[in-house]
């Protein structure tokens, strides 16, 4: 057995269809690898699906189920009991390209790395609001390339569990993630790093990610996002660069500037100045969403999915820093219905 797909799910019985269907496609050895789902307390029918594959797929599939403890605790369980050389992490709202561990495969043979990762991406089939967010997610405007692209900012290529690997080794070496609820796999990475294993990012090996569904999902998620940044430079002072404050700096210069053209003149010249610059960025995302789509509607809707990240991710970084400053050990973001 040299890989084992990874992967934690909860309450998502339809994407885990989708997944399953997907791995079924995948055109790779079924005796060299197992994919294992660990469900973190689901109150849906994800055990009925997974129960109708067992019999289909050519590889071997575990269902393994435990209480609602978080997507950090579902994957050491994966972990723990994985076969394969090679564990890899995927989310549930995923959909595997058929030649994704074929690539992985091949990349390994010619640079044995310890760890590595691969973009997402969205499927020709997805609906416009999907679209829309996987620009702001995959875009250099979006995120600066820091989620798998060969062009970004940040010099360290940190895998996240969307799209993830590590060998046995690290594993036994580090052990597995930690209790954080949102940037557990972010933390893995870094631990990674601080260990002198070698990362590699695989960007041929990317996948379709379907992310959240709507926009008031989409808002909660980057803001807890934001959260987790200032959690993570907790534990990792490198963690937090220049690039992960200018989404929070852009939500204070607004407000400050906005206050200051309420009481001064003067401020609203800086209003007007900083409101052309937002007009500027945001245009140049929408024409840069079109090329990519043709298509009005999702570069309309993908100026919106820029505008909520930037504003929830420098929203939830700046709650973030006002939870530590004010003793609270770990910053945390939407807990209750945090999926509705």
Same mark, same amino acid.
Not at 65 to 74: L, Y
Not at 168 to 180: C, D, E, Q
């Given at each position: 057995?040299?890989?084992?797909?990874?992967?934690?799910t909860y309450n998502r019985a339809d994407e885990i269809?989708?997944?399953?269907?997907?791995?079924?496609?995948?055109?790779?050895?079924?005796?060299?690898?197992? %994919?294992?789902?660990?469900?973190?307390?689901?109150?849906?029918?994800?055990?009925?699906?997974?129960? +109708?594959?067992?019999?289909?797929?050519?590889?071997?599939?575990?269902?393994?189920?435990?209480?609602? +403890?978080?997507?950090?605790?579902?994957?050491?369980?994966?972990?723990?009991?994985?076969?394969? +050389?090679?564990?890899?992490?995927?989310?549930?709202?995923?959909?595997?390209?058929?030649?994704?561990?074929?690539k992985i495969d091949e990349y390994l043979q010619i640079?044995?790395?310890?760890?590595?990762?691969?973009?997402?991406?969205?499927?020709?089939?997805?609906?416009?609001? %999907?679209? =829309?967010?996987?620009?702001?997610?995959?875009?250099?405007?979006?995120? =600066?390339?820091?989620?798998?692209?060969?062009?970004?900012?940040?010099?360290?290529?940190?895998?996240?569990?969307?799209?993830?690997?590590?060998?046995?080794?690290?594993?036994?070496?580090?052990?597995?993630?930690?209790?954080?609820?949102?940037?557990?796999?972010?933390?893995?990475?870094?631990?990674?790093?601080?260990?002198?294993?070698?990362?590699?990012?695989?960007a041929d090996a990317y996948v379709y990610h379907k992310?959240?569904?709507?926009?008031?999902?989409?808002?909660?998620?980057?803001?807890?996002?934001? /959260? =987790?940044?200032?959690?993570?430079?907790?534990?990792?002072?490198?963690?937090?660069?220049?690039?992960?404050?200018?989404?929070?700096?852009?939500?204070? %210069?607004?407000?400050?500037?906005?206050?200051?053209?309420?009481?001064?003149?003067?401020?609203?010249?800086?209003?007007?100045?900083?409101?052309?610059?937002?007009?500027?960025?945001?245009?140049? =995302?929408?024409? +840069?969403?079109?090329?990519?789509?043709?298509?009005?509607?999702?570069?309309?809707?993908? /100026?919106?999915?820029?505008?909520?990240?930037?504003?929830?991710?420098?929203?939830?970084?700046?709650?973030?820093?006002?939870?530590?400053?004010?003793?609270?050990?770990?910053?945390?973001?939407?807990?209750?219905?945090?999926?509705?």
């Open positions: 057995m040299k890989y084992s797909i990874i992967v934690a269809r989708e997944l399953l269907d997907s791995a079924l496609q995948l055109e790779f050895d079924p005796t060299k690898f197992e %994919l294992i789902i660990v469900d973190d307390g689901s109150t849906d029918n994800t055990f009925e699906i997974v129960q +109708e594959y067992q019999d289909k797929v050519p590889f071997s599939l575990k269902y393994i189920v435990q209480n609602h +403890e978080g997507p950090g605790s579902a994957r050491n369980r994966g972990m723990q009991e994985a076969q394969g +050389e090679y564990f890899l992490f995927v989310d549930s709202d995923v959909i595997l390209p058929s030649q994704w561990l074929k640079n044995p790395v310890d760890a590595f990762g691969g973009p997402d991406t969205d499927h020709p089939s997805f609906p416009p609001l %999907l679209k =829309a967010i996987n620009y702001a997610m995959t875009s250099f405007i979006g995120t =600066a390339g820091t989620r798998g692209s060969r062009r970004s900012l940040q010099k360290k290529f940190y895998p996240r569990s969307f799209n993830m690997g590590i060998s046995r080794k690290v594993w036994k070496s580090i052990g597995g993630m930690s209790s954080l609820r949102h940037g557990q796999d972010m933390d893995y990475s870094a631990r990674i790093y601080e260990h002198g294993f070698r990362v590699g990012l695989i992310r959240r569904t709507s926009w008031k999902k989409f808002f909660k998620q980057i803001f807890n996002w934001g /959260v =987790a940044r200032i959690n993570l430079w907790k534990r990792h002072k490198s963690m937090l660069k220049w690039i992960h404050l200018i989404p929070a700096s852009f939500v204070l %210069l607004v407000f400050v500037t906005a206050i200051v053209s309420i009481f001064f003149w003067w401020g609203k010249f800086f209003l007007y100045f900083l409101l052309l610059l937002i007009l500027f960025i945001l245009s140049v =995302a929408m024409i +840069e969403s079109f090329f990519r789509y043709h298509s009005v509607k999702i570069s309309i809707m993908s /100026v919106l999915a820029i505008f909520i990240q930037i504003s929830a991710y420098g929203l939830g970084t700046l709650t973030g820093f006002f939870q530590i400053l004010t003793g609270k050990k770990e910053a945390q973001g939407f807990v209750k219905n945090y999926y509705r």
